[in-house]
């Protein structure tokens, strides 16, 4: 099945089809009846039931970003001006993205202005011919070239001439730009581009293999954010990417691309939550400092999970959780009261923690901003991510029990702790607070926007009283226990398989982009078969998935 350009031409400006929601808009429907044969035999050990289901996602903004980015030679980021993606247990890969009424105009003119700037000033890199012949020889020449690129596979035939109808329309009674630029506007708008497809070559049978460039292009997108390069398209039409060493292979040429460091930078950001922190705010009379720390904090993010995953497969979860260092701009580390080893103007630079209190990601600034209110901090914030993000219990939202919340009267005579005091007397709260406090109180030394405090004399928290962060964990799981503070809880998160076994969850959610129990399942199982000391690793968490069926089959539902 090809999903292919649609729609009328008309002259500039160029008006071109819209990707809707449904798949039914589309030139070919995904046929998943379970009828005729049952499809490519399965390695042994692996069950219909625990593959991932076929299907086709749209790009994320990000990815869009890098593609055209890719194709155009444009540093633009025309996605940040996107609606924002829909998430699926947090990570924006997911099969739910759809192209909404309001996101397709957005990328119809995205589309346009990426075209016109492309032929406005790039026109000879992206179409070499134009120079010596534009015409329509080289027209089709530019065609066949961008459309492989752009579909991330062979233009078909007749794919080919309907882009050259394009070209004809747009420079009919204009230039041979004109139509250039009209076919560049089509294929970014056209659904062969906007989404991935993962459906094999057959859709009668109930379980299909990926065809080779939609393996590479799942490879591509996993690692990189973007789409396969030449040298990946080349495994796929030797027909290589079948083999799992080659996977591999190709996974750790691509984990060199610079590219991959922002990516895996992603996936942990997205597990964390912390890629939020763009648009967490703060009330400026109460923390006066967030908003011109604020990008110091992302850039943390980013620097530090590079420094510790990269050379790839050489940092752990272990070392993200409980590392002595943080690597930041030097405004963020003298607000840390963090010594940098080095300077180095602006940029981030790698500074000690030691004897500051801090130890790892969650005690930077990303994470307790975000998981704080506009003008206090929020034990129950902090809990909730520490139960659900890092250790994957179930903890139901108040309005799964439906619990009407009803949050504590300021009071800036009293602590956090005693306004929260209510939790551990009131039955209605104390099942799920218990565990909610217990965690959240250990990052009680750290106000709203991350800042080491002793005590409450901070945004609305005017006691003076000392801060207490010693607390029992009540949950039920190896998890329980006495913890004096943040430190000792990172500590202990670290060295659990409750919480490797989490990461290796998340990673998969991110991975695979689907949040389903048994092709979770069978991934864990692969996971565990992992040595021990490389468990913890995402690296190998990830070669493990790429290596396995998982990755190259699925399952056709009806």
């Not at 030797?238 to 590219?259: C, H, K, V």
């Amino acid at each position: 099945m090809k999903f292919r350009w649609l729609g009328g031409v008309v002259r500039r400006p160029v008006v071109l089809f819209l990707s809707c929601g449904c798949f039914a808009s589309c030139v070919g429907v995904i046929d998943n009846r379970n009828e005729g044969p049952a499809g490519p035999n399965l390695p042994q050990g692996t069950a219909l039931a625990e593959l991932l289901p076929a299907r086709v996602r749209r790009l994320t903004n990000a990815e869009f970003d890098r593609s055209v980015q890719d194709l155009l030679g444009t540093s633009a980021p025309p996605g940040a001006t996107f609606v924002p993606d829909t998430r699926q247990a947090g990570y924006t890969v997911n099969a739910e993205q759809v192209v909404d009424p309001v996101l397709a105009g957005q990328l119809q003119l995205a589309a346009q202005d990426l075209a016109h700037d492309a032929v406005a000033n790039r026109l000879s890199s992206l179409v070499p011919c134009a120079a010596s012949a534009p015409g329509d020889d080289c027209a089709r020449q530019f065609i066949a070239l961008l459309g492989g690129r752009a579909y991330r596979r062979p233009l078909a035939s007749d794919e080919a001439g309907d882009l050259f109808a394009v070209y004809q329309a747009g420079s009919d009674g204009a230039a041979f730009a004109d139509g250039i630029e009209a076919v560049i506007a089509a294929v970014l708008q056209s659904a062969s581009f906007l989404y991935v497809t993962e459906i094999g070559d057959s859709r009668l049978s109930t379980a299909v293999t990926l065809g080779p460039y939609e393996i590479a292009s799942s490879l591509s997108y996993l690692v990189l954010g973007a789409p396969p390069d030449d040298e990946l398209l080349s495994a796929a039409q030797a027909g290589t990417l079948n083999d799992a060493d080659a996977r591999e292979a190709e996974t750790r040429r691509l984990l060199q691309d610079p590219r991959a460091r922002t990516q895996i930078g992603r996936a942990v950001e997205e597990w964390l939550g912390i890629d939020k922190l763009a648009v967490t705010d703060k009330d400026s009379t109460v923390y006066a400092e967030f908003h011109d720390l604020r990008p110091a904090m992302i850039q943390e993010s980013q620097s530090f999970i590079e420094a510790v995953m990269f050379p790839p497969g050489a940092g752990s979860l272990k070392e993200l959780l409980t590392a002595d260092y943080t690597v930041a701009p030097p405004e963020l580390l003298s607000f840390y009261g963090a010594t940098a080893a080095q300077t180095n103007g602006d940029l981030p630079v790698r500074g000690s923690l030691a004897g500051v209190g801090r130890r790892g990601i969650l005690n930077q600034g990303a994470f307790l901003s975000v998981y704080a209110h506009a003008n206090e901090s929020a034990p129950v914030l902090r809990g909730v991510a520490v139960i659900r993000r890092l250790a994957c219990l179930p903890m139901p939202s108040p309005s799964e029990l439906k619990i009407v919340i009803t949050p504590p009267a300021p009071d800036p005579s009293k602590t956090t702790r005693e306004l929260f005091s209510q939790h551990a007397v009131d039955p209605t709260c104390a099942g799920c607070h218990t565990a909610i406090d217990g965690f959240g109180f250990t990052f009680e030394n750290f106000d709203g926007e991350g800042k080491v405090r002793t005590t409450y004399f901070d945004g609305y928290e005017k006691s003076g009283k000392p801060v207490d962060t010693g607390t029992t964990v009540t949950t039920g799981t190896s998890l329980d226990g006495n913890y004096a503070d943040s430190l000792g809880l990172v500590a202990g998160l670290a060295d659990q398989e409750l919480v490797r076994a989490c990461f290796a969850r998340n990673l998969f959610r991110f991975a695979s982009a689907q949040n389903q129990t048994n092709p979770e399942g069978a991934f864990l199982r692969t996971w565990q078969a992992l040595p021990d000391d490389r468990r913890d690793n995402l690296v190998d968490a990830l070669l493990a998935y790429v290596r396995s069926p998982l990755f190259i089959y699925r399952r056709n539902e009806q």
